[in-house]
């Protein structure tokens, strides 16, 4: 990684730490945004020296953010991307050189209002597990305990354990809204080797007026037909007016869409998805197209053929084989992150294509089903009704489906199952507090 002792890896935007005058000593990082290089050399030794944003002038110890994108865009070869632009409205955390087990400090200031964790292992294939969240006061939120397989804490419903990349989201509840204060993660590793990077997203500013989600769609799919611009953005515009008429009477909507048609060789590879068979073309899919998107602050969709589940899965979520989230939940696209999209398979003639992508991606955003197929899981939201299997499942044949939960949750967008429309204020609550969502501009408060 860059590190800020040449000038030409620097550029007026940029996100970086520097060292202030008055820090040398001590070395303490200051964080922001480069407005001005002042060293005219084309290298220092000690770091290009910079003013930000802020008009405070120190020398550059480290790139953030915009020197991962470039050395991924020179890498892979792709067209080039713009550096991510700076969020006023997200604040980035990041931790370097982390050592297994070692505690992870994030000060949550007091308007933020959610947090997104993640972390990255040396190798893809590495096993991670979240063993422990802990919250001001010294509140144990999450603990996880693998040998026992035992779990203590209610803000997350389950243990979290990934392949090569570890992301938790919260709140999950109004009734676990975020106190500021200090939060600490632990994270431990099967091989016990340093991880390559961690750090966290935190949302602030304002939740009051108008929020809105940007989505890039990526056409992967073989079909021709699809592959045709008037026919494309005649689709997209289609599933935009089908989310929108779930999320709009919440205060929530679409943004700007972004329609990019993959290369030859991304349909070849990606078209026809197996999420449970082929555990490397998973999230590989996502990482690729995370390289290749401009600004991390958008919801990545690749729509392609066919999502094929092995035998054994068939019984579950039939919606999966439509619409899958690669993370539940998952990262935005930052230029490394691997768990960051939802695949859709195209259907022209499933007019629940909207719904199927919006249950989707809420997944990723951390909503779960308000009743799972068994009818013995719930989502932690008060306001979801629940639609239990010992009272339900008239059938006994193992599924809480459709019709029989009419009268419950069965009209809701994250019933396990169907074409259910209504979205609820709690699960708008948790929505609208994601990073992928931002303040429209110029929109009144209600
Ligand atoms: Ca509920
Ligand atoms: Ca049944």
């Known amino acids: 990684m860059a590190d800020g002792r040449k000038r030409s890896d620097l550029r007026p935007g940029l996100k970086v730490q520097i060292v202030l005058k008055q820090d040398q000593r001590s070395g303490k990082l200051t964080s922001g945004v480069i407005q001005e290089i002042l060293t005219p050399s084309a290298n220092h030794p000690h770091g290009i020296k910079v003013r930000l944003s802020d008009g405070q002038v120190g020398r550059v110890k480290q790139i953030l953010l915009g020197a991962l994108c470039l050395a991924l865009v020179s890498l892979s070869g792709t067209s080039a991307t713009s550096a991510p632009r700076d969020y006023p409205d997200l604040r980035q955390v990041t931790f370097n050189q982390v050592k297994p087990n070692q505690t992870l400090s994030i000060e949550l200031k007091p308007n933020e209002h959610s947090l997104l964790f993640y972390a990255h292992a040396q190798n893809k294939n590495e096993n991670m597990t979240l063993l422990e969240i802990v919250g001001p006061d010294g509140e144990v939120l999450h603990s996880y305990d693998p040998q026992a ?47 390559k990077d961690a750090g966290a997203i935190l949302r602030t500013g304002s ?14 799919s073989k079909n ?56 490397k073309i998973e999230s590989d899919i996502c990482q690729d197209l995370a390289k290749r998107t401009d600004g991390y602050r958008q919801l990545n969709v690749a729509l392609l053929d066919e999502i094929m589940r092995s035998p054994s899965e068939i019984k579950a979520d039939a919606g999966e084989n439509v619409g899958f989230a690669l993370g539940m939940p998952g990262l935005l696209p930052l230029p490394h992150s691997r768990w960051s999209c939802v695949v859709l398979a195209y259907d022209p003639e499933d007019e629940h294509q909207g719904g199927t992508l919006w249950h989707e991606s809420s997944h990723l955003m951390g909503v779960v089903h308000t009743t799972e197929e068994n009818g013995e899981g719930f989502d932690p939201l008060a306001d979801t009704p629940e639609c239990p299997a010992a009272k339900f499942d008239k059938d006994k044949d193992g599924l809480v489906d459709s019709e029989e939960c009419a009268g419950r949750d069965a009209a809701n967008y994250m019933f396990w199952e169907g074409n259910g429309k209504a979205m609820t204020t709690q699960q708008a609550w948790v929505l609208k507090r994601h990073p992928l969502f931002y303040p429209v501009q110029g929109a009144k408060s209600p």
């Open 207 to 220: 939740l009051q007026g108008r929020q809105a989600l940007d989505m890039t769609f990526w056409i992967l």
């Open 149 to 195: 397989d035992t779990l203590e804490g209610d803000y997350l419903q389950e243990a979290i354990a990934n392949t090569g990349e570890l992301s938790f989201y919260l709140p999950l509840t109004p009734e676990h809204a975020l106190e500021p204060g200090k939060y600490s993660v632990k994270v431990k590793t099967d091989s016990g080797k340093t991880l």
């Open 224 to 279: 021709k037909a699809i592959q045709a611009p008037a026919n494309y953005q005649k689709y997209v515009s289609d599933v935009r007016k089908q989310i929108n008429q779930i999320i709009q009477p919440h205060g929530l909507q679409m943004g700007k869409i972004q329609i990019k048609v993959g290369t030859p060789a991304m349909i070849q590879t990606y078209s026809k998805l197996q999420p449970n068979d082929d555990d």
